[in-house]
């Protein structure tokens, strides 16, 4: 199954129908939710990263990790849950835009690293302890490849609409 | 006092730059791609009007060739008195806008649309 075929089946889903038959303000709204759901998923990234980085190293770290990582994945699951349906209500238009395939593998790439991060041994310690410059650089690391594969699933994501 | 972090300082540079590197793009909302001049065309409804997404949108066949029409926002288009249904498929209609300017693309947006005597003028400060 390749993925113009997935996405004339989302389209024709009952969620492509319910979503198409929810009146002319819908989309707008949809997409406003989608948008304060990346707003609060970056914003939130965005601080993180800008302090795993060095910026701000008066702020203990672990004061800050958890309100980011609390609201970036809210963010995440709201952006996730408008954009689905968002997606459904034309998916097949999209099946010929490059962007599609810059934001998803972005966005799985960008997953795939928070994974690493939240499993490595530097992560875990921040919590209890201060860190030794090599986890200090691990963590810089992965706030540098989080910044990069954000920003280019926001502006893939951005871009599809100007195909 | 705050402090100058260079890190910070590139982060903004970076995005200070993008719209400036993505400036092609803004042209949407001119409807950059098409063509200035106004066409008009006749033909019969294939699709009727779709409300669903960022633009309406209909499909109509002149000839041999199906084009795309792309209209206003949903609720503007709604706004010209048009209604999903209004213009039956099989109908005749005289659409008036800017096709592409990639003529292998049968595709127009929008200024308006004749059916009968009625004309539905969903973006009418483009005639």
Do not use: C
């Given at each position: ?119 490595s041994e530097a992560w875990r310690a ?38 | ?65 199906v084009w795309d029409l792309t209209l ?56």
């Amino acid at each position: 199954m390749n993925i113009p075929h997935l996405l004339f089946r989302l389209e024709a889903s009952p969620l492509g129908a319910f979503t198409r038959g929810l009146g002319v303000w819908s989309y707008g709204i949809i997409n406003l939710v989608h948008i304060l759901g990346i707003v609060m998923l970056f914003g939130s990234i965005l601080l993180l990263d800008l302090r795993l980085l060095g910026v701000w190293r008066s702020i203990p770290l672990s004061a800050l990790s958890r309100p980011t990582v609390t609201l970036a994945m809210t963010g995440f699951f709201i952006a996730v849950a408008s954009g689905i349906p968002m997606l459904a209500v034309k998916a097949g238009d999209y099946s010929d835009n490059p962007f599609l395939l810059i934001k998803f593998p972005a966005i799985a790439l960008a997953l795939l690293n928070v994974w690493l991060v939240h499993r490595s041994e530097a992560w875990r310690a921040h919590r209890v302890r201060d860190l030794a410059p090599p986890e200090r650089r691990r963590l810089a690391l992965g706030a540098s490849l989080s910044l990069t594969f954000w920003l280019t699933a926001i502006t893939g994501g951005r871009m599809i609409g100007y195909w | 006092m705050p402090r100058f972090h260079p890190a910070l300082f590139a982060a903004a540079v970076l995005f200070a730059a993008t719209p400036g590197a993505l400036s092609p793009a803004w042209a949407h909302h001119g409807w950059g791609g098409q063509e200035e001049q106004v066409t008009s065309l006749t033909g019969t409804v294939v699709e009727g009007v779709s409300m669903a997404g960022p633009h309406a949108t209909m499909k109509i066949r002149s000839g041999n060739d199906v084009w795309d029409l792309t209209l206003a926002p949903p609720a503007r288009t709604a706004r010209s008195g048009l209604k999903e249904g209004l213009i039956p498929v099989g109908a005749t209609v005289t659409v008036r806008g800017n096709r592409n300017s990639d003529h292998s693309r049968h595709e127009m947006k929008t200024i308006s649309i004749r059916h009968g005597s009625a004309e539905y003028h969903v973006y009418p400060d483009r005639e």
